[in-house]
């Protein structure tokens, strides 16, 4: 029993211990397909492969215009 509990407790600190080091931001990573994956926004990572980020980040002033114009009608987190 004894032991039952010290294994629950290990548990629980390395539950603590992984939660706490995805709180602290964001992180990429390539994964096994050769994409870029981000992750620390939701709770499985996004993914996209270097030509579609680039892509993506190419927008960002047409993305954030986008967003500033539609404030009233997005929600957010």
Do not use: C
């Not at 995805?22 to 996004?46: C, D, T």
């Amino acid at each position: 029993m004894s032991n039952d509990k010290s294994e629950i407790e290990r548990l629980r600190a390395e539950n603590k211990a992984l939660r706490e080091k995805e709180q602290r931001g964001l992180r990429l990573q390539v994964s096994q397909k050769g994409a870029v994956s981000l992750y620390g926004l939701r709770r499985f990572p996004i993914t996209f492969y270097a030509d579609e980020w680039e892509t993506i980040l190419g927008k960002r002033d047409e993305i954030h215009s986008f967003i500033t114009e539609n404030k009233e009608q997005l929600k957010r987190k």
